[in-house]
């Protein structure tokens, strides 16, 4: 398989009734080899940095779209669809440091949130029917195996129930639109999935407007992951009545990258697309397409390789893998 053959993952894709995704950096929209990859295979788009709280408003009162624009435009042309991500995230990457550093009351901070969400989806209303609404609430202590709400700035300053709260108010503001929970290290059924479970179900029954759930799928290729384990856990969100996609997937290669590891990688790729078939997940979709382009390097000290694409922009085995399992 080649870049050169007709068919992208997305043309594949559509005949399973799946759509194919990935994250897109404005940064580099001005290069036509990240472009060309963009277009040929993904018919979903989730912008990568540019709707962050903190990329948006690093000044209080002061929101600058141009970034988020270019890539909402970008996709818009290709006519994939937008996944908004994030709306709330308590990452000290996604806060502005001026927010950060503001002592508030509990409803100044609630009021903080709610113009927040009400200015971002008024702006793109007509643009974004999907938003990641919350994103990584749920604490990760494997250790202890305690899994509750992660502390956080809005968290600490509103309580639990600003998971609650933000849901409400985007479907007040877009009552058409689709809105997800996202988070990692809940793929398989294990204590944080579990977590989440508790906690999506509890917010169901309070009436919260909850449509679907995020896998964000980063995984490494020394893991073992069940995918038995990741299809149970899929369905029984499915049964709540929420839609599941695999949002935001990669597969890093602690260095250096052998011809074992990509083959171990590859096979992690297309067992979960098979996974996402067959439970008939939303969409497919991957934090990156070109390792050239990637979080993985500086988030994850020596680790890289993680996308379907090497450096040149060239299919490596993962990439071959995908388009396996879509024509099986």
Known sequence: MCMSTSMGLKDIASRKGIAVGCCINDAHLN??????????NFNLATPEYELMHSQLC????????????????????????IRGHPLVWQS??????????????RSEAAKLLKDHIMTVMKRY??????????????????????????????????????????????HIVDPKATLWYNDYSMDEI?????????????????GAPIHAIGLQMHLASHWNLDPKSVEANIRRFQKLGLKVGITEMDVRIRKPVTKKKLKKQAKMYSGMLRVALNTRCEDFSLWGVTDAVSWIPESHK????????????RPKLAYENLVEALNE
């Open 125 to 170: 209303k007509n643009e974004i029917h999907d938003w990641v609404v919350v994103n990584e609430a749920m604490n990760d202590d494997f250790k202890s195996g305690k899994f509750k709400l992660r502390k956080g700035f809005w968290f600490n300053r509103i309580g639990p129930r600003y998971v609650e709260m933000a849901f409400r108010l985007a």
């Open 92 to 105: 000290r990457l996604n806060i502005p440091s001026w927010l950060a550093r503001q002592k508030l009351s």
């Open 190 to 206: 294990n204590g944080k999935s579990d977590a989440v479970y508790r906690l999506i179900k509890g917010l169901l029954k309070k």
């Open 58 to 81: 690093p000044t209080r009162g002061k929101y600058d779209f141009e970034n988020a624009d270019k890539v909402v435009a970008f996709a818009l042309k290709h006519k994939m669809r």
């Open 302 to 313: 020596g680790y890289d390789a993680g996308l379907i694409l090497d450096k040149k922009y």
């Open 31 to 40: 290069e036509g080899k990240y472009r060309s990859a963009l277009v040929r």
